[in-house]
């Protein structure tokens, strides 16, 4: 039986890990997409990689979710960013390694990854 500060202290880390969850219309929102297709070329982890990524910066103006099909299986695992204000950025064949790439350069500082994107990709 777990003690009481070691419950308290899974309360509060399930709790700061719902709060990536949380959605208002001024977040950055970043969708995974987690159907059958995604999750087989390997989603999970690019998703887990998102939130451990945002917890640890404390980026408390992100939003991580995932979907279902986003309707491009050849390019999964695919995540879409939507920073508001500006037009969505669709990245595909992510990896846990270009997830945090993306987190560093797209969410904390702006800067779109070019190369990740499904416009560089299906050139």
């Known amino acids: 039986m777990k003690s009481l500060a070691e419950l308290q202290a899974l309360r509060d880390k399930v709790k700061a890990d ?27 982890p690019v998703l887990q ?7 640890k910066r404390g980026l408390k103006n992100v939003t991580v979710a995932q979907t279902g099909c986003i309707g491009i299986c050849q390019y999964e695992p695919v995540v879409e960013v939507t920073v508001p204000g ?5 990245y595909v ?10 987190v560093v350069d797209h969410l904390v500082n702006g800067t779109v990854v070019e190369e990740f994107t499904i416009g560089a990709v299906s050139k």
């Not at 846990?96 to 993306?102: F, H, N, R, T, Y």
Request: net charge positive; hydrophobic share 40%.
């Open 93 to 102: 064949k992510m990896t846990p390694d270009k997830a945090a790439q993306v």
């Open 18 to 44: 719902m709060g990536i969850r949380h959605d208002t219309n001024s977040n950055i929102r970043v969708v995974v997409g987690m159907a059958t297709c995604g999750i087989a070329a390997g989603a999970r």
């Open 86 to 90: 500006r037009e969505k950025v669709t």
């Open 49 to 55: 990689t998102f939130n451990e990524e945002v917890t």
